[in-house]
């Protein structure tokens, strides 16, 4: 499982954790019923301390996204809850809305625009290959 922090943030390293796996099991690179690393083990290989751990996979289990088993660990949830995906999905449209509208504010035409987004999917990394150097992954 591959999650990058960025330290500089503004944003809680939490909440950066619990965005990232829940992107990477809505996306199924983490697919249903996968085992994801344990607390300690999490916490170790992000530097992080593991109750923040514990809090992103209690959140995450409430919300249906992972389920944990006592004694076994803990895993991507058979149906992961499509009402997250779709509250998700709004919330991107309204950010790529601002974005286009900012854009068209700098002078950007339609089709620099489709050649910025062309370009941004061209170059987003993926699991395997991370997106920079100051990256954290951990082993799945």
Known sequence: MFIRIEKGST???????????RALCLAETLKPGDQIPSVRQ??????VNQNTI???????????????????GTYVAPHPPTW?????????????????????????????????????????P???QPAAPSSVSGAS
């Open 11 to 21: 944003v809680p390293i939490s909440r950066q954790i619990m965005d990232q796996i």
């Open 42 to 47: 999490l916490a170790r290989e992000l530097a």
């Open 54 to 72: 514990l809090r992103v996979y209690e959140r995450l289990a409430g919300e249906g996204m992972l389920e944990r088993r006592h004694g076994d």
């Open 84 to 124: 997250r995906m779709e509250s998700q999905r709004q919330k991107f449209t309204e950010e790529l809305n601002q974005l286009v509208s900012q854009g068209t504010l700098l002078g950007l035409t339609r089709d620099d625009l489709h050649l910025l987004v062309d370009d941004a999917l061209d170059h987003r």
């Open 126 to 128: 993926t699991a395997e």
